[in-house]
RNA sequence: GCCUCAGUAGCUCAGUUGGUUAGAGCGGCGGACUGUUAAUCCGUAGGUCAAAGGUUCGAGCCCUUUCUGAGGCGCCA
């Protein structure tokens, strides 16, 4: 049996004096002498000392930038000035060496796009070990919030027989020959052969399905892979992404708000509290990196210091009308800075969201009541005729990170709104019963998973903050 | 899908109005080094200048097409 501490835990309570056993990866080896060994429990590091006069030539030769050991010694205080304590090595297992002439990593910084072709070893650096760390701080974060106040989780199907869901393209899912697929009398494609009988894709949202869940378990949520096969070439964007889904009963447009609201500043006040040393490495790294950007391009404030102010404030809340009226009444409007027609009735462009929460409010934003013909046919209708129960939570730098609504529970305002926006209603049939049978008002929303841990960690692509990221023209891995 | 920019050594990049044999730092390899912190010092190898075609006496540099990447936009979470 193989026995070894953690970094993580030994750094917090260092046994000063003892023996200790550790293993990882190195990450410097300087002087024939100092060997800096991270083993993934934590971003901290921890320093080997080690006398070239106690081990042979092959182990010395051995030891080298991501080779694998294991290291026996004495934790001691340091003598150096960039630790407080090191390990002094009685023995030294090679578990797997490194050819340094084949590796592809260096031990210097290395740019985004170049990991991001080796994600085999990408998450032996610091930046990814950390991200991927705090992604995983997000998810638990995530399924505690909602466990703690009564929520279920449902798993809502990845493979779906509804076509109507109306949120994007989709991937579809078949296994017949793509080459010479069975074909109808009329000539169109024979689906009733095909494994499910009928056409199938993959998920785009799981929410109708949540309806379900919520109007017989009271309070669900989904949280899953969600597949998008929109040609979106964008720093924000996925092919395959993770969604949290909420979905409540007896619950109004208000009360989604304020879910959502309390739901992101307690995964971000989750990772500050419990990821602070791979935020604090974030931050370092973000900072490190706007040192030769204009003053205008760099953050206006701190990684961690961005995360504080978000938890600490309240979000601004605005109608789309008074939005827009903003917009219309602000400087750069008037100076002719946007590039987009602002009117009533058209959807908000990324740089009016931009200017709501970077210029006017500096904060997140939520903007409700959209104009109805912007927005999908399940939001309520509301009284003006015009809008519907629909809200939007936007952040800084990434934009949209929450979409979601008071769900239409009058079947005949569902019905009407279904044929003005030409959703088959006898596709949905099972949809419309939740009305029919016993309906009550509800709402939900979905959260982008990896917006939030985009927003959470400060990485700039959101090919970054997920392990193997799929996307137009990439599914390697 | 659209717009802009880019592709030169393993990585990050320089390469002048088109002109001889293609440059640096880092990394690699060889050597030195018993308190380093991106260790340092000495030496050394390493190139189909993304691909194809074209203009020219001559192309890394100009033109065309294709591929790849980044940033922005659209679609959205």
Known sequence: MIVRQEIRALLEQPPIGEEVTVMGWVRAWRGNRFMVLNDGSGPETLQVVVDGDRFGEETLRAIGFHACVGVTGTLTESQGSGQSVEVIATDITIFGGNDLSKYPLQPKKQSMEFLRENAQFRMRTSTFSSVFRVRHGVAYAVNKYFHDRGYYYLHTPIITGNDAEGAGEMFRVSVLDPVNPPKTEAGTIDYDQDFFGKPTNLTVSGQLQAEIGA??????????????????????????????????????????????????????????????????????????????????????????????????????????????????????????????????????????????????????????????DIKAFYMRQNDDGKTVAAMDVLFPYIGEVIGGSQREEREDKLRQRMQEMNVHADELDWYLQLRTFGGCPHAGFGLGFERIVQFITGMGNIRDVIPFPRAPRLAQF
């Open 215 to 372: 109007l017989a378990l009271g309070k669900v949520y989904t949280f899953g892979p969600t597949f998008r096969a929109e040609n979106s070439n964008t720093s924000r964007h996925l092919a395959e992404f993770w969604m949290i889904e909420p979905e409540i009963a007896f619950a109004d447009l208000e009360n989604d708000m304020d879910l959502a609201e309390d739901f992101v500043k307690y995964l971000i006040n989750y990772c500050l509290e419990n990821y602070g040393g791979d935020l604090e490495f974030l931050d370092a790294r973000i900072r490190e990196v706007e040192k030769n950007m204009k003053a205008a391009d760099r953050r206006p404030m701190g990684l961690v210091d961005t995360l504080k102010f978000v938890v600490e404030n309240d979000f601004a809340r605005v109608t789309y009308t008074e939005a827009l009226d903003i917009l219309l009444r602000s400087k750069a409007y008037k100076k002719g800075k946007f590039e987009f027609p602002l009117s009533w009735g058209a959807d908000l462009q990324a740089e009016h969201e931009r200017y709501l929460v970077e210029k006017h409010f500096e904060r997140p934003v939520i903007v409700r009541d959209y104009p109805k």
